[in-house]
């Protein structure tokens, strides 16, 4: 056989690329849930379903009713976005951003395993304060690590620049839910997203960078 040749043909599935991605939007809209949303926002919630192929999803989403509107026009001015994990920045699709937007991450950093040992927490959580001076304006997407929301609130409480919005869907059993928590009762008066619970992760984050990044779906 070819490697150039296709297989022979054994399963019945779509196998066009355009139409796999119509059908699954329809399908989301068909069965997930998005009247408790803010109306410029369900393009967001509908691709990041997609990302994670949960319709449920959307029963806890949270979304800030300025969120849509800040991200954009954040990106849309060149803002950086800012994020805890490398995951969460192979996944963003430059093309989508509107102004080669950087996206930046430290935890590669030469510096970040000396100063989450001088903080005493995780190389996710101080790798942002090394990027402090590029907080004002950005957006923020904290993907992995509950660590990193905590200390990006604390950062803010404490008088960092801020950030003109926050996607916060870190994922897992030790205080992911409790960050977001967090992240919903601060008074910082930053528009938001997060997910309720302990759901969350790098694809989560991504593609919901990938909806704020450009309205077209």
Do not use: W
């Amino acid at each position: 056989m070819s490697l150039l040749a296709r297989p022979t043909r054994r399963y019945d599935y779509i196998a066009n690329g355009a139409a796999i991605y119509d059908e699954s939007f329809a399908t989301i809209r068909r069965e997930a849930r998005f009247d408790h949303l803010p109306a410029d926002a369900e393009r967001v919630a509908v691709r990041m379903v997609h990302g994670t192929g949960q319709t449920d999803l959307t029963d806890d989403l949270v979304i800030h009713p300025r969120l849509v509107r800040a991200a954009r026009a954040a990106l849309d001015n060149g803002a950086p976005i800012i994020t805890d994990a490398h995951m969460v920045a192979s996944g963003v699709t430059r093309a989508r951003l509107p102004r080669d937007n950087e996206v930046l991450c430290a935890l590669h950093d030469r510096r970040t395993p000396d100063l989450a040992m001088l903080m005493g927490t995780t190389r996710s959580a101080a790798a942002l304060s090394l990027l402090t001076d590029r907080l004002e304006g950005s957006v923020v997407a904290i993907g992995n690590a509950p660590t990193a929301l905590f200390h990006l609130l604390e950062m803010l409480l404490d008088g960092a620049p801020r950030p003109a919005a926050i996607v916060g869907v870190p994922v897992g059993f030790i205080g992911a839910a409790e960050s977001k928590q967090a992240l919903e009762e601060v008074d910082l008066d930053i528009p938001y997203l997060t997910v309720r619970g302990r759901r969350g992760g790098s694809a989560m984050a991504a593609s919901a960078l990938n909806a704020l990044a450009q309205e077209r779906e």
